[in-house]
C-alpha cells in the first residue's frame, strides 16, 4: 500500500509539473491569403523559426481549408514565420510586401504569440505563341526555356495547345532565353529550332525578363 501511494504522489507531482509547462507556452495563429485576390490558401506550410538565442526548434504545419493555422506549446523567445507554397514567393510574417524580408517578433510568458495574417504572390510565368509562315500558331510544339547565364541552363519545358499557346509558370525573377523546338510539320516541313523573335542563333535572340509581382 505504501508503495502504490508513493507512485501515485509521483504520478499527480509529474502531472502539475506538466501544466506548469504547459501554462508557459503560447500559441501563434494565423491565416495565409493570396495576394491578388485576398482569398485563403489552403495546403500552405508555415514554419516557424526561432532566432538564436530562443531555446526552441523549428516547427512546421499546413494550413487548413480556409488558409489558417494553429501552432501549440510555442516556448517564449523570438521567431521568424514563414510560408512556402509551389507556385508562389516564399512570403514572411511583416513584410512591406510579398517577397521582402520579414520581422522577427517576440513571444512571451502566458500570452498568446498573437494574430498573424501573411500574403504570398503568384511567381512570374512567360506566355507566347509558336507561329507558321502565315501567322497562325502551331499546335503541340515543345517549347523550351533557358536560364541566360553560361552555362545555359534549361529550367523548364511546356507544348503549346491547340491555338499554339504556351505558359511556363513557376518562375523567379530573372532573364530567360524562350526557345521552339524543331521538327516536322504536317507536310513533312523541316523547321529550325527559333529563339524568341525568330531568331535561329543565340547571338540573335531577344531575352525575356519577368520579374514576381510585388
Known amino acids: ?107 512571451a510568458d502566458d500570452r498568446t504569440g498573437g494574430f498573424h495574417e501573411i500574403h504570398m504572390a503568384h511567381l512570374a510565368a512567360i506566355m507566347g505563341t509558336v507561329f507558321d509562315e502565315n501567322g497562325i500558331g502551331i499546335p503541340n510544339w515543345q517549347v523550351h526555356l533557358y536560364t541566360t547565364r553560361k552555362p545555359m541552363r534549361r529550367v523548364a519545358s511546356t507544348t503549346t495547345d491547340d491555338r499554339g499557346e504556351f505558359r511556363l509558370g513557376e518562375l523567379d525573377t530573372g532573364n530567360y532565353e524562350v526557345r521552339s523546338g524543331p521538327g516536322p510539320l504536317e507536310d ?17 535572340a531577344f531575352p525575356v525578363y519577368v520579374v514576381v509581382v510585388e
Not at 490558401?41 to 489558417?68: F, M
Not at 512570403?91 to 521582402?100: L, N, V
Request: hydrophobic share 40%; aromatic share 8%; charged share 20%.
Open 188 to 204: 513533312k516541313t523541316t523547321v529550325l529550332a527559333t529563339y524568341s523573335q525568330a531568331a535561329v542563333e543565340l547571338k540573335d
Open 1 to 107: 500500500l505504501r508503495r502504490c501511494f508513493r507512485h501515485r504522489k509521483q504520478v499527480r507531482f509529474l502531472a502539475i509539473l506538466l501544466f506548469a509547462v504547459c501554462a508557459r507556452a503560447a500559441v501563434v495563429e494565423g491565416v495565409i491569403l493570396d495576394d491578388e485576390t485576398g482569398n485563403p490558401l489552403a495546403r500552405t506550410n508555415v514554419t516557424l523559426t526561432p532566432l538564436p538565442g530562443t531555446p526552441a526548434q523549428s516547427v512546421t504545419v499546413r494550413t487548413g481549408a480556409r488558409g489558417a493555422f494553429v501552432i501549440l506549446s510555442v516556448r517564449t523567445g523570438w521567431y521568424v514565420l514563414r510560408a512556402t507554397r509551389r507556385g508562389y514567393a516564399p512570403a514572411e510574417d511583416g513584410a512591406s510586401k510579398p517577397g521582402r524580408p520579414g520581422h522577427a517578433f517576440e513571444v
